[in-house]
T-cell receptor, first 111, second 118 residues
Framework: RKEVEQDPGPFNVPEGATVAFNCTYS??????FFWYRQDCRKEPKLLMSVYSSGNEDGRFTAQLNRASQYISLLIRDSKLSDSATYLCVFESSNSGYALNFGKGTSLLVTP | GAVVSQHPSRVICKSGTSVKIECRSL??????MFWYRQFPKQSLMLMAT?????????EQGVEKDKFLINHASLTLSTLTVTSAHPEDSSFYICSARGKKLGGKNIQYFGAGTRLSVL
């Protein structure tokens, strides 16, 4: 079983829509969780960390459910510039803090 | 601005050539640097973990004699792909884990090196 699983999409949504991505992980020792975005042929960029209490950054809301071992990302009022691949990532100290990446979920926001 | 500098951004070389990629943390000292590789439509996969002054730790399936890592200082790590072959063509990305002033330990990524071996 892969350590991080994400629906690859693509998710095609109109501008202004709300879209949600989920991700499951299998390593219960995972300690820190993140959402990164990756644009085509570029390096990943940190979008936000994910906390058990849930956290929000503008139009983006992330949630972590440790009991069910999944994290989610909600994007409200989608913009064209949100089109990218969203990577679910976790970090654990027992792997030397290396990041484990999902394959990513592709989002295309259309006019 | 960028906090991790990775060079070169693009390499096209002939089979059998060795290619060196540099990764520098610009305004913080990186306790650990990581090297990842990403094939088309695949996730980033960790190749090795590099700690300053000690030997790198390689992931299973990554040949340490082919991918030489040197971490000479707290701000510089290099990856050398020795005798590159077409199957080594990939996107190589480094990251550096450390704290900027007053911040938390997080990983910052370089812009990546796209290697094409002909």
């Amino acid at each position: 079983r892969k350590e991080v699983e994400q629906d690859p999409g693509p998710f095609n949504v109109p501008e202004g829509a709300t879209v949600a991505f989920n991700c499951t992980y299998s390593n219960s020792a995972s300690q820190s969780f993140f959402w990164y975005r990756q644009d085509c042929r570029k390096e990943p960029k940190l979008l936000m960390s994910v906390y058990s209490s849930g956290n929000e950054d503008g139009r983006f809301t992330a949630q972590l459910n440790r009991a069910s071992q999944y994290i989610s990302l909600l994007i409200r009022d989608s913009k064209l510039s949100d089109s990218a691949t969203y990577l679910c990532v976790f970090e654990s100290s027992n792997s030397g803090y290396a990041l484990n990446f999902g394959k990513g979920t592709s989002l295309l926001v259309t006019p | 601005g960028a906090v991790v500098s990775q060079h070169p951004s693009r390499v096209i070389c002939k089979s059998g050539t060795s290619v060196k990629i540099e990764c520098r943390s610009l305004d913080f000292q990186a306790t650990t640097m990581f090297w990842y590789r990403q094939f088309p439509k695949q996730s980033l996969m960790l190749m090795a973990t590099s700690n300053e002054g000690s030997k790198a730790t390689y992931e299973q399936g990554v040949e340490k004699d082919k991918f030489l890592i040197n971490h000479a200082s707290l701000t510089l790590s290099t990856l050398t792909v020795t005798s590159a072959h077409p199957e080594d063509s990939s996107f190589y990305i480094c990251s550096a884990r450390g704290k900027k002033l007053g911040g938390k330990n997080i990983q910052y990524f370089g812009a990546g090196t796209r290697l094409s071996v002909l």
